[in-house]
């Protein structure tokens, strides 16, 4: 097997789950990078108003690719559990079959969302004077949204197989492409949104390119680990009907979670917009730098839901047990130190977004939901490894009820609140929210009844001999 390749059913779980998990991490920050610099360099050199135009449009592009997220965590779960069982065959066909049917699907949905783009922007109360912007932004991005899919569905491969490592490595690449691409459109040709937009699609377009690459090579790799019983099959015929059934219905709980997220950032998008141009900036900046701060919380998830795939499928449960301990106490770690960040250096950190008139106000109102957002991060730390335990372990229906439950209860609370305290309300249901979803999936995790949801069975002696 190719030695990138990395089977985590061996080994000490703290420091595989730490290794795994930091590839990921760095990979995540660079992501993050795509949409940072499109925000600072609009919010810098086109001004306030371009950045609300930017940040007003994510909860619309975060909808769709929410469901290439959805179906890229299926994905991963199946092939995890097959890598884990010693299932090759299985896993080779589990990763032509979920390709295809995403760049399929990216194509549909691009062509829809564009036509519903100017229908979502008027429900989201978007200002007029922001209106031809917002519409320039998206469209440019839904038409590279097949690059967006393919190439989060490949990194959720190589993850399933134990490499974090060679999406990192692409992602580098196609971010530093991001910003150099950016600083030209928007500085010197003067493209504005538009230019931040072009420059997205082209970098996304290079990573999934030099992904879908890699995958061959890896594909080839896994097939030729047993020469005398290579799989010569073309393609076409890996494609199976029965297991991208399995693999939809292991997407649906978290494809519902996410457009579930999407319908409610767009409700909690609306009301910020109801404030103003300043505020929706403000919720820009601070929102991009939340992301940033509770990424190292998130990638330990998205580590464990590869390790307990992995040794569900190998039918190594204590492993599993083992692991969530270790990377609870990493994500704690991980939120003592963001929430000190966030805390001490909000107003600054604001300020990167930001320059010009009207600035001091952008800055201080996103400072302030900073210090709201501090303390979600360590209901996250509590939240996201028993997530990917969950998910990992195949209980995918129960994490999309409690996933739920916290959206709802961000969103009803932020229509009672706002109204009464402002815009303040609103980061207020944002903490609310990350409580009522901890709480639900901390429980569940310690009831242990997750571990009889595993949807592979360990490969017998002959089966991985008939490989």
Request: aromatic share 10%; proline share 3%; net charge positive.
């Amino acid at each position: 097997m190719n030695d990138m390749t990395k089977d985590m059913t061996r080994g000490n779980p703290g420091k595989i789950l730490f290794l795994f998990a930091l590839p990921i991490l760095f990979g995540n920050i660079f992501q993050q990078l795509y949409s940072m610099v499109d925000s600072i360099v609009v919010g810098n050199f086109v001004g306030s108003d371009a950045l609300a135009a930017v940040g007003g449009s994510y909860a619309i592009t975060f909808a769709i690719t929410g469901i290439a997220f959805g179906l890229s965590n299926g994905a991963s779960i199946l092939i995890g559990q097959y890598f884990g069982a010693g299932r090759k065959r299985e896993v080779r066909h589990s990763i032509v079959t979920c390709v295809a049917f995403s760049i399929a699907l990216s194509l549909v949905l691009a062509a829809v969302s564009i036509l519903a783009t100017p229908a979502l922007l008027r429900l989201l109360n978007t200002p007029q004077s922001l209106m031809s912007m917002s519409k320039q932004y998206i469209y440019i991005y839904f038409l590279g949204l097949v690059f967006t899919f393919t190439y989060n569905i490949l990194s959720s491969v190589f993850r399933a197989l134990g490499d974090s490592k060679t999406p990192l490595l692409f992602l580098i690449i196609s971010s530093i492409t991001n910003i150099v691409l950016d600083l030209w459109f928007v500085i010197s040709f003067g493209w504005g949104v538009a230019g931040v937009a072009i420059a997205t699609v082209i970098s996304q377009a290079i990573s999934s390119v030099l992904a879908l690459f890699a995958l061959q090579k890896r594909l080839a790799s896994i097939a030729a680990a047993d020469e005398e019983k290579l799989d010569a099959e073309p393609l076409r015929r890996q494609f199976s009907p029965a297991l991208l059934k399995q693999m939809i219905k292991l997407a649906i709980p978290t494809t519902a979670q996410e457009i579930a997220i999407s319908a409610g950032m767009m409700i909690m998008q609306a009301l910020v917009n109801g404030f103003g141009p300043v505020i929706m900036a403000a919720y820009t900046a601070a929102m991009k730098i939340e992301s940033l701060a509770m990424m190292p919380m998130v990638n330990i998830s998205t580590a464990v839901t590869g390790y307990t795939a992995q040794n569900i499928g190998a039918g190594k449960v204590g492993r599993v047990k083992t692991g969530y301990r270790y990377s609870l106490l990493i994500s704690l770690g991980f939120a003592v130190l963001m929430a000190g960040v966030v805390v001490l250096f909000g107003g600054p950190l604001c300020s990167i977004f930001v320059s010009g008139e009207g600035a001091e106000a952008v800055i201080a109102a996103g400072a302030n939901y900073l210090l709201y957002s501090a303390a979600s991060y360590f209901l996250m730390a509590l939240l996201f490894p028993a997530e990917g335990v969950m998910k990992g372990a195949g209980d995918v229906n129960l994490f999309m009820v409690f996933a739920l439950s916290g959206i709802a209860s961000k969103t009803i609370a932020a229509l009672a609140l706002s109204p009464i305290l402002g815009y303040t309300g609103i980061w207020i249901a944002v903490v609310i929210g990350w409580l009522a979803e901890c709480i639900g999936t901390t429980v569940r995790y310690l009831t242990g009844r997750w571990k009889d949801k595993a949807i592979v069975r360990p490969a017998s002696a002959e089966e991985v001999a008939a490989q």
